[in-house]
């Protein structure tokens, strides 16, 4: 397969790569509506939304990625995709499983997260509060 034929797609993580290897076609979704890319394609950059992301590779085979809120560029034959969060799936069922499992306890941790430092906060602003008294 020639460079004409593909395009070399990275999906990042913040933490690590999801993906990285060739592909015929990208299907993604953006906050104006779902658009599909071949090796062609206008170079641009977009803004996705949580969906589902489908790579049909140089082979042939798809692959499916769920995916949270992120970037996506495209220049030349190369796209590269920086996304919050991202999981793999083998088939659409099994992809919305992974997603079910993983973003909630993500969303549950991020929440516990969130809890603590409110806790951090108040407790900073209510010692500040403590040092403006007069000493009697």
């Known amino acids: ?10 999906l990042r993580l913040p933490t690590r790569i999801l993906f990285e290897g060739e592909a015929r076609r ?26 589902v992301l489908i790579l049909t590779t140089a082979a042939g085979a798809e692959q499916f990625f769920g995916i ?20 793999q799936g083998a088939d659409l069922d099994s992809l919305n499983e992974t997603v079910q499992a993983t973003f909630v306890e993500i969303d549950e941790e991020e929440r516990v997260a969130r809890s603590a430092l409110s806790r ?3 407790g900073i602003v209510r010692r500040f509060g403590e040092l403006r008294k007069p000493l009697t």
Not at 1 to 10: F, G, K, L
Not at 34 to 42: E, M, Q, R, Y
């Open 1 to 10: 397969m020639n460079v004409a034929d593909s395009m070399q797609i990275t």
């Open 26 to 51: 990208l299907f993604a979704v953006a906050e104006n509506g779902a658009f599909g890319i071949l090796p062609k394609h206008i170079d641009f950059v977009t803004a996705l939304v949580p969906s």
């Open 68 to 87: 949270d809120e992120g970037v996506l560029v495209k220049k030349g034959h190369e796209i590269l995709v920086a996304v919050r969060r991202g999981v």
């Open 120 to 122: 951090l906060e108040a």
